[in-house]
T-cell receptor, first 113, second 115 residues
Framework: DAGVTQSPTHLIKTRGQQVTLRCSPISGHKSVSWYQQVLGQGPQFIFQYYEKEERGRGNFPDRFSARQFPNYSSELNVNALLLGDSALYLC????????????FGEGSRLTVL | KQEVTQIPAALSVPEGENLVLNCSFTDSAIYNLQWFRQDPGKGLTSLLLIQSSQREQTSGRLNASLDKSSGRSTLYIAASQPGDSATYLCAVPSSPTGANSKLTFGKGITLSVRP
């Protein structure tokens, strides 16, 4: 079975642009969470979606938004990119919306110039 | 606010050594604790999940223990190999009831196993 898949794997944007990152959870998993990891730090929680509804939001500005589709895949959108948005964006899926075991994808490496 | 600390930030050991990685958390009312492995530039691989009612979990050469009262968890790696070189992170849910999957992570311990 495929694990959590994310696309694109790498991308480069310039300040002020917008980016969309995509995630497909493990088959059967209904919850998707997004995390941002900057170099040398642990991942920071951005969003969780469960059954297409937002279950939680971390301390990130409104430039960050996300959604979950009927097939449980998810998109993370970041508007008006800043240099500080450069990071590895990780998607994780879990079977339920509660704190069960999380399974992460390989991430999308975003560089903002 | 839950805080997770992992010290030291980096560790270098010779191959074959048994080692312990430490994780501490400030709020003992945790739902569970999860250990992850991260290779450079890659995603996180789940190693072990310990429920709050459990004292330890084992998978192969890995053993994780949990002491909620003292706010500590340890990851024991037996007979370390160069392939174990990676960053190891621990994480706990922010909700004590496990109502969501918002995890608080430590910064990780970067392990280097010398041949």
């Amino acid at each position: 079975d495929a694990g959590v898949t994310q696309s694109p794997t790498h991308l480069i944007k310039t300040r002020g642009q917008q980016v969309t990152l995509r995630c497909s959870p493990i088959s059967g998993h209904k919850s998707v969470s997004w995390y941002q990891q900057v170099l040398g730090q642990g991942p920071q929680f951005i969003f969780q979606y469960y059954e297409k509804e937002e279950r939680g939001r971390g301390n990130f500005p409104d430039r960050f938004s996300a959604r979950q589709f009927p097939n449980y895949s998810s998109e993370l959108n970041v508007n008006a990119l800043l240099l500080g948005d450069s990071a590895l964006y990780l998607c994780a899926s879990s079977l339920h919306g509660s704190s069960g075991e999380l399974f992460f994808g390989e991430g999308s490496r975003l560089t903002v110039l | 606010k839950q805080e997770v600390t992992q010290i030291p930030a980096a560790l270098s050991v010779p191959e074959g050594e048994n080692l312990v990685l430490n994780c501490s958390f400030t709020d003992s009312a945790i739902y569970n604790l999860q250990w992850f492995r991260q290779d450079p530039g890659k995603g996180l691989t789940s190693l072990l999940l310990i429920q709050s009612s459990q004292r330890e979990q084992t998978s192969g050469r890995l053993n994780a223990s949990l002491d909620k009262s003292s706010g500590r968890s340890t990851l024991y790696i037996a007979a370390s190999q160069p392939g174990d070189s990676a960053t190891y992170l621990c994480a706990v849910p922010s909700s004590p009831t496990g109502a969501n999957s918002k995890l608080t992570f430590g910064k990780g311990i970067t392990l280097s196993v010398r041949p």
